[in-house]
């Protein structure tokens, strides 16, 4: 009979591998303790080394989406603690251990001694925003404690000098790490408070936890906590955080940085005074703008009322009517005129003068006044007949009346 | 307005800033206005003063508090 024989593609074995790493609950979270060797850092980010001891070596990769879990620059040689997970490598049928943590041999019991001086200085009430003095917004005068060699105070006196170069820089060089760093730190403080200046930066350039670990001491942290005037901790890069940072009244992410939050910029402090100025002046010409236009509307409003305003209205008035009077009267003059000479006409039409033309005359008696009847007059009185051209005298001699 | 103690910058600076306010008021008299422009124009030279435009060398103090040029 012949053996059944079972045969499986690489791909299949690999993927059985793999699960069986993957269902394995200690491997899914393990500490490996070794030497780095064969270190490269991928432009991609990506972390390639070797974990080995005297008895092997293991592959090992920190992702760039991991690297947050390295605080240090990783070289060979170095002993370190890795904390990952084992998983299979499909692609060359290998494990390696999948970083998310990478912690220096020596760098836990640091972190121990971080936490736990963290912890009692919080008790003590240390870190208490009550405690934070606020940092003037103008000093005159800052006070450095750092290296007086190094990147720190390179960095404060370049970018101090840039924003306001006629700040006082006082510098006391410090031991910032090594044998005696704590005490240098410490001293340097308080011989800047007394020494008096506006504010003081604490701080050093970046480094190991170890050659930060100065910051951490307690003697530091009391002699910041001590300091009457504001303190700036400005301790390494952005992501180290030591115990002067929180004690200091505020923290700075570098020495640069601290620099800008200590010096204010000159530029902008004239052009705010500037600004000021300005505003000042407008709201002044404003103001007065404004009262002026109010004095006008009151000097306006005034004449109206006053009692020259109203003599000349009333004298206008009078005129007004005077015209209006005047204009009536000679209408009525024209009217009348026109009247008149319509009389004249109709008279001139009724003159007796005309009578007297078509042949009648008018007869008076001896007494001068006009006789209408033949038996007013007496025989022998004398008459006067009145032509239009002239006069007769005449004599009655005969009567004759006529009964009527 | 008496001076009792020295001024800051920071302490001009907020002065400024309530005249300022002040004079933003429509309610204010000419007097008053006319008293804060000439409050406001002596904070400014006075804020001008504090500018000291001497350059700085740094001083490096030893552990007697001592100040040497740098």
Redesign the interface.
């Known amino acids: 009979m012949k053996t059944q024989r079972n045969v499986y593609s690489v791909g299949q074995v690999n993927t059985y591998i793999k699960n069986m790493f993957t269902q394995d609950f200690l491997l899914q979270r393990i500490y490996v303790r070794g030497e780095v060797s064969n270190c490269k850092y991928h432009p991609s980010g990506h972390i390639y080394f070797s974990l080995k001891d005297e008895t092997g070596t293991m592959p090992c990769v920190m992702f760039s989406g991991s690297r947050k879990g390295l605080r240090f620059q990783m070289e060979n040689g170095q002993s370190v603690t890795v904390l990952g997970s084992i998983s299979v490598y499909e692609r060359d049928g290998r494990y390696q251990l999948y970083a998310s943590e990478i912690i220096r041999e020596g760098a836990g019991l640091l972190y121990e001694r971080f936490e736990q001086l963290k912890e009692e200085l919080s008790e003590m009430g240390m870190f208490d925003p009550s405690y934070k003095k606020p940092i003037?917004?103008?000093v005159?005068t800052l006070g450095i404690v750092t290296a007086?060699t190094g990147a720190a105070i390179r960095d404060i006196?370049n970018i101090s000098r840039r924003r306001n170069?006629?700040?006082?820089?006082?510098?006391?060089?410090a031991l910032v790490q090594g044998e005696g760093a704590a005490d240098s730190i410490a001293?340097?403080i308080e011989?800047?408070d007394?020494?008096g200046v506006d504010v003081i930066i604490v701080g050093r350039g970046g480094g190991s936890m170890e050659d930060l670990w100065a910051f951490n001491e307690e003697k530091v942290a009391r002699a910041i906590f001590a300091c009457e005037t504001p303190v700036i901790s400005a301790v390494g890069h952005e992501t180290d955080t030591t115990i002067s940072d929180f004690v200091a009244d505020l923290r700075a992410p570098t020495p640069s940085a601290a620099a800008e939050l200590a010096v204010a910029d000159?530029g902008s402090?004239?052009q705010?005074?500037r600004g000021?100025?300005e505003?000042?002046d407008r709201?002044?010409e404003h103001?007065?703008q404004?009262?002026r236009e109010k004095l006008e509307t009151f000097s306006w409003k005034l004449e109206r009322l006053s009692p020259r305003q109203q003599l000349l209205e009333k004298q206008q008035r009078l005129a007004d009517l005077e015209e209006l009077f005047r204009k009536q009267m000679e209408g009525k003059l024209q009217e009348e005129r026109q009247r008149l000479a319509l009389l004249i006409e109709r008279l001139s039409g009724a003159s007796p003068l005309k009578k007297l033309n078509q042949g009648y005359a008018y007869v008076a008696g001896e007494d001068g006044k006009r006789l209408t009847k033949a038996g007013s007059a007496r025989i022998g009185e004398r008459l006067t007949l009145y032509f239009a051209d002239g006069r007769l005298s005449a004599r009655v001699e005969e009567k004759e009346q006529e009964e009527r | 307005m008496a001076e009792q103690k020295e001024q800051t910058l920071e302490e001009i600076f907020k002065e400024m800033e309530g005249l300022l306010e002040a004079l933003e008021s429509r309610e204010i008299s000419l007097e008053d206005s006319f008293e804060k422009y000439k409050e406001g124009m002596e904070l400014l030279k006075a804020a001008g003063e504090k500018i000291d435009t001497v350059e700085k060398a740094m001083l490096v103090l030893n552990d007697q508090g001592e100040a040497d040029e740098f």
């Open positions: 003037p917004a103008f005159k007086s006196m170069p006629f700040v006082q820089l006082v510098l006391y060089p001293k340097g011989v800047l007394r020494y000159l402090i004239l705010s005074l000021f100025e505003r000042l709201l002044m103001r007065l404004e009262k």
